[in-house]
């Protein structure tokens, strides 16, 4: 991922935002809110007429116009099954758009609720719509998107860490210790795993990326779908101690494999996927700390508390790799 020394939306003001929607023909009302996103801009546009758009402004430099456009292509595929996901629109024959150095999109508006990954009921009805994602995911890969491994997340997340975050020099060596071992487990687990099948994924399906309604699940923001195994996109719907997780996996995979295949082989990949995400996120925030919104947002980040958490959390993914697989 590419950064800047410029703040990425210092030039994206609430009326560059109204007049990009407006330059694809659309009349705004003038009410504009911002949502909760932090790698991209995401406002919700009140229109002339018809009920209000989402407007997705893409932080420059993170992803080619070619890999945004096999995002998008995609999730319509996904629509087109009649899989419940908040794909782009289609206007004046593009899905990605520009306006004055800003690439954008535009996405219908879909409410709902946080879903109750609590219920099993909840989770057999997300597993049922996730296999039918991977389903599709499996028919062709992605040409420009990256894969989510050990280098990517690993290996190119400790490096980037050691290069843009400030430890403290007393912390430097323990982390970099500890970093280093847990990435040695997550080898270990690949090699355990075995030859996988990487198909394309949502990527980031937290329930935060669910919306709920009476009609079931939604899945929103495929902004970070790239190619995988199937278990990135589950184990994140699990919580709660080894034996709730491994009832919880049932459940989600009660309904997944009524749509497709799950390889029991992949669960060897549990702990590590979770410790890979771990790095990766620290590096991401690293890497987007010259974005104001950042350290508004995450201001406990690089303080030595942080620091040390993080090397605590890292510790006891080494120990929790080193146990065996959930069983199913």
């Known amino acids: 991922m590419n950064d800047t020394l410029l703040p990425p939306y210092a030039d994206l003001t609430p009326d560059r935002v109204l007049d990009a929607v407006e330059s694809l023909g659309l009349r705004c009302s003038g009410h504009q809110l911002a949502l909760n996103s932090f790698e991209n801009r995401v ?34 595929q996904l629509a087109e099954q009649e899989i419940p996901v908040v794909a782009p629109l289609l206007l004046q024959g593009r899905t990605l758009h520009a306006f004055e150095g800003f690439r954008f999109a535009l996405f219908p508006r879909r409410g709902g609720r946080a879903p109750e990954l609590d219920q099993p009921d909840t989770l057999v009805w997300m597993g049922r719509f996730l296999g039918r994602i991977h389903a599709l995911g499996r028919l062709q890969p992605y040409q420009h998107r990256p894969r989510l491994d050990l280098d990517s997340f690993g290996h190119q997340a400790r490096d980037s860490l050691l290069q843009h975050a400030e430890l403290p020099p007393e912390l430097l060596q323990p982390w970099r210790s500890v970093v280093d071992q847990a990435l040695e487990g997550v080898a270990a687990c690949y090699a355990r795993a075995g030859d996988l099948t990487l198909l394309r994924l949502h990527g980031d399906c937290h329930a935060g990326n669910v919306l709920w309604t009476d009609a079931g699940p939604h899945f929103v923001d495929f902004d970070d779908s790239r190619m995988g195994p199937a278990l990135q996109d589950l184990w994140m719907l699990l919580s709660g101690d080894r034996a709730q997780m491994q009832s919880q996996l049932l459940d989600v995979l009660a309904g997944y494999e009524d749509f497709c295949e799950f390889d029991p082989a992949e669960l060897h990949l549990l702990e590590a996927l979770r410790t890979l995400r771990l790095i990766h996120y620290s590096a991401w925030l690293a890497q987007r700390w010259h974005d104001p919104a950042f350290p508004a947002a995450f201001p406990w980040f690089n303080t030595q508390r942080y620091w040390e958490e993080r090397i605590l959390e890292l510790r006891e993914q080494i120990a929790a790799m080193q146990e065996g697989p959930l069983v199913v």
């Open 43 to 76: 406002y919700q546009i009140g229109m002339e007429e018809g009920p209000p758009l989402v407007a997705k402004f893409y932080r420059p430099a993170r992803w080619s116009d070619d890999a945004i456009l096999e995002e998008h292509a995609f999730s319509q």
